[in-house]
């Protein structure tokens, strides 16, 4: 076995389920099992409305609820998180229907698993701290906001048309104003209400489940004209991989990439938050990635939509007691008892009712706290916050989260950019006489140069470096230089040649080793490192200019260095 394959092997073996994991179940079990029927009593509605949210039915919230619930419990990474279908995912899933079919959510579904796996492999997992806390936060409430126009036309009772959520909202809207239906609209607005009230009163109580079993109960007791879920099947179909057609795949594939990002993302998110929630838990980033992985390529298979750890649910859980993977796994097979035992009695369930369960979650989804901290952080964390959200209802979720990250990288850049600065600081006075220092001072200048030097900053370096005059030479402190790229390693060449042709001789110290490798494969500096101008600390460069200079030997006095970045004041080298 060669070093690749066994690297292959130990990453692989790294990522699959062991013994350790169900020692938190030995522990107390009964808690588990307990958390994990109260999850599942939360879930069972939520499954369903998204289901039908996704556009391909009730049937396939269930079904992805119980597989890759399952599945994500016994192979992700962390021990209390709890998997299924999601609002976020039903919004990437609406369009997709749209312009593929039924058969296309599965093939995307499947696709997106496989692209888990392979982040898995690759280690990906640890790099979703690195999302801006401003596009999270504005593309959740996007989301809650996406969610809640489409429940518009089932709150209604009427059909809805547009290409864009809020289009089928407002047409909706146009079609209840023809032809009122009070009764759904009473139904979801009052399951809506006691769900946001209860859930003040007695937050462990599952009032989402309660309120639909009632409103199921008066709709058959009064006999009420509401639409239905309708018939569902006794029982899971049997796994097929009919729906994947390979000349679709091409086609598939950024709606697939677009999944699988907002399931990583969301998923990390989520293990994060259930980490928060508990002592002594830390989840395993890649192997979260994995098990979601996974479970996206098994669901299709038997008719679910793509699938992500779900917040609510898994706030839920903990807040339950659950103390290992037991309860998630519970609560999985909790829902195929259900979804093999009761099926007709689902099948009664007001569609009015689900998208009241679903207008409840979205007002929850929203931390107004959290909105309102990042507004009156930064005028550049609010206009990326707001700009997220907007694409996000106006357009789709993948494209803010786009614009989102995009803006943001830009305005770091501009930041970190903005605060370089260049500036002379005179030399100090010493023990030396009148006559040298002011030698020194026309004669000798040195800058050091703090934080990086990149390309967001490095042409605003250029132009002022190459403003310096009436000096002999410059010294060019390089040990607080933290990163340097191709186009800082450019311009800094540019900057010594444009000195150099002033007739200042330019000497360098300090180059760290990692950033001596860039500069040398660009060809940097590299006459001056053939004359002998380069050195490994700024005292030794100072002793060689002084000679240069014909100054006595004794010595230099200390120069005080300009640094680049504001929150450095210049300190003596």
Known sequence: MTGTAERLYGRIAGLLPSPADWRPARRSPGRDLIAGLTVAVVALPLALAFGVGSGLGAQAGLATAVVAGAIAAVFGGSNLQVSGPTGAMTVVLVPIVHSHGPGGVLAVGLLAGIVLLVLALARVGRYARYMPTPVIEGFTAGIAVVIALQQVPAALGVTGEGERVWQAAGNALANFARDPHPVPIAMALVVAGVMLLGARWRPAVPFSFLTVVVATIVAEAAGLDVARIGTLPAGLPAPSIGFLDPGAVTSLLPAALAVAALGALESLLCASVADGMSVGERHDPDRELFGQGLANVVSPLFGGIPATAAIARTAVNVRSGARSRLAALTHAVVLAVIVFGASGLVGRIPLAALAGVLLATTVRMVEVGSLRAIARSTRGDAAVMVLTFAVT?????????????????????????????????????????????????????????????????????????????????????????????????????????????????????????????????????????????????????????????????????????????????????
């Not at 990149?454 to 190459?466: I, M, Q, T, V, Y």
């Open 393 to 573: 209802v106006v357009f789709d979720l993948v494209t803010a989260v786009a614009v989102g990250v995009g803006v943001a990288i830009v305005l770091a850049l501009r930041a970190v950019a903005r605060s370089a600065q260049i500036e002379q600081v005179p030399l100090e006075t010493g023990d030396h006489g009148d006559e040298e220092r002011r030698l020194l001072a026309e004669h000798i200048v040195a800058y050091r140069f703090d934080g990086p030097l990149f390309f967001g900053a490095a042409h605003r370096f250029l132009l002022e470096l190459s403003e310096v005059a009436d000096v002999r030479v410059v010294i060019l402190r390089m040990s607080r230089v933290s990163t340097i790229d191709a186009t800082g390693a450019g311009v800094l060449g540019d900057a010594i040649r444009r000195l150099e042709g002033k007739g200042i001789t330019v000497l360098l110290s300090g180059i760290r080793p990692g950033h001596d490798e860039v500069l040398g494969g660009l060809g940097v500096a590299d006459h001056l490192r053939r004359d002998g101008l380069v050195f490994p600390d700024t005292p030794a460069a100072i002793a060689h200019a002084r000679t240069m200079l014909g100054l006595p030997s004794a010595p230099p006095p200390t120069p005080v260095l300009a640094a680049p970045h504001p929150d450095v004041s210049p300190r003596t080298v």
